[in-house]
DNA sequence: CTTTATTTGTTGTGTAGCAGAACAAAAAGA
DNA sequence: TCTTTTTGTTCTGCTACACAACAAATAAAG
């Protein structure tokens, strides 16, 4: 008998009963999703992998061929003893839109299914567009990037990513306070207009998933990760792998949480939350910036001397070092990811914020835990977005219909 | 096509494959799980719950009944027309010992399959227990237990609730302030004093475990949990009906989340914490009690109309909202579950706890959400407790180890 | 009281999908 | 050139589920 037992991981799961049909969705997902993940790799790694047998492996990957989703060619390089395994690559031809509204502009993206982004367009527009002039915006973007794709290729599906809460049960945009939408169903619309299925999330949610699949979270299975960016922090939260949602989609929302009896109010009216005392603003103006992007502020920063500018920065990253410390405690990450200004604030003075948080979290809770900044940059939530329309298909390879890009 | 699809429960799982093996372990533990959360259903129930087809859930359950695990009955009430089901039940006769070592006593308990307590001893102790005393304790009081039991039971394991942090790699008590105890190994000590598999865990995260199976919980898929003892306050977080465990099972410390710049500490040393704002202890002091349980609390606050009592509560139920309303924003759950002292102050002024959280969380995330007062009372941990041994056999049924009563 | 409709348990058959074995193919090394 | 190693292919077998047919047990209708 063993010592001690592990505890299980799961400790109880869905009482649905399964059947063959489930294992075999099963399967062929697990041998899609790694490939996604990976870009390419041979048949025998897919074995080891998956640990199902050789012959299995045949089958299913043939099943995807027929299906269009991956095609097998001779290795190249050969790496031992052995006759060589063959390759199998994601189709390159199955793609999907990203769409990311934003109160400047509106972008754009075709994404192969390997998380390459094919092409980007970014319309900038007036002040806070509304719900249904971004969705004709972003028809028109769509269909302008689906001319210039060859006509072999297939798409999955739009992805959204919102700055802003979204209803995940309908689509609907629950409030998005810097576009100042309210209840839009804006996937309905976008449904509409297209024609092709809409999948939408919360912006940060994404992100957390793109640095999950191909950033700085790879190989992680419990992830927290805060975004700063103009508009205020969100966050997502990946637990054993998955991303939190809640009962209603709207979980993860890591800015508004109270950590100060500061008065300070954030965007959505709460004081003394984290979101209310990081603020990439107040840096900015201290630095006399007007509108600057993440770099130019980096480079503002590394010229600035003065101590006022010290003393707000120093503020910030304590702050945030007690948002950490109490994620760290809730969540017991393997990893934390700051991303967006967040990540800025942390390169400037890592030592403080590591050595505050480590100050305000239960020992327990850190060991063997990392802050890392986060590795994608522009294209992290196209990458996202696509994600998450490319998500069905990638769960269930062979009940996902497609849509050619010349409709009939 | 659908108009918006729903965005997939599941967003990545596991790559690893499946075979028959997998899902025949899986409806196993399907039916198992239904039965050992509702006491008995008819087999009908049984195919409709599950979706799977009559003659597999005779199979299924004919399996369960050549292991012991479950048991027929003609059903007595009828209630309606055709043939009246078949009553299944758990089998009475799997049990498992609950252990919860505390300050000031040490509990054991018998409890079977479906949740009963069949027997429960409480070991009253001098102060703080070293490890390797509560153990034999423990491996004394389970002997006892065990002699009482019929030969024809069968037992599961050990279970165990611990007042603090448990690495669930290898069940060490990382860190049990209460306790004293640093990096004892108790589940090993256990388990070789009494030669049965040990499981354990932290107290508040099997609490939360056992409302969601038998108590306030029941029906929930998303659960936030908050536990005010004398020691200090823990949590526990149910995520999509699983029990969030973080990297290595420190998750859930709900107590030790800075929401105040107050220098306050908490029993860990962190300050502004929520544990260092809530005291049980304080509150007992302004009512002239040295020591009280719940009940005697609550009688002591109904019967004292201070202006002094009443100021202090206030700042302990405005305190708790502001943690709620942190929650609610980061976990949009379904339902916050207030257990002991906390359920106490909840019952004081749920109007003021409930209107101070709806003022501190996003607008969004409260829809449906619902507060309310933990269900189980002296129980809870013995059933938590339990159910974590219990744990193993209801996934695996098929290929869990029972161990006798009177070993050979 | 008999007949009918309804629901459930039982039994036998069909089948999908995975494992495993045997064999062939393709590489490296002796 | 021969041996060893690894992988792909093909065939067989088995398991576990669905489905259909039938029997059993009830309520309702006549």
Known sequence: MSTTPPIPARHAMTTKGSNREDIRRHNLSAVLTLLSRTGQMPRSALTELTGL???????????LEDLGLVTESEAVTTQGVGRPSLMVSPAEEVVAFAVNPDIDAITVGVVSFSGRVIAKVRQTTTVQPAATTA???ANKLIEQLRKDLPANYRIAG????IPGQVRHADGVVRLAPHLNWVEVPFARMLQQLTGLPVYIDNDASLGSLAERDFGAGKGFREIIYLFGSAGGIGGGVIHDGIPLRGAAGYAGELGHVRISDSPNED?????????????RDVLLNALGLINADDEQLAAALAADKSAKVRKIIEAQIDALAIAVGNYVNIFNPEVILLAGYLSTLFAYDSDRLL??????????????????????????????????ALAPLVNAPASTQLTPVRSK
Chains 1, 2 share one sequence.
């Open 135 to 137: 969705a004709e915006t």
């Open 158 to 161: 739009i992805g959204v990513a």
């Open 267 to 279: 965007g959505s009216g709460l004081t003394g939350t984290l979101e209310s005392l990081v603020r």
């Open 53 to 63: 047998n050789r012959s299995t492996i045949s089958d299913l990957v043939t099943e």
């Open 355 to 388: 050595s505050r948080f480590r100050w305000s979290s239960l020992t327990a809770s850190q060991d063997r835990m990392v802050v890392r900044q986060a590795a994608l940059g522009a294209n992290l939530l196209m990458v996202g977005a696509a994600g998450l």
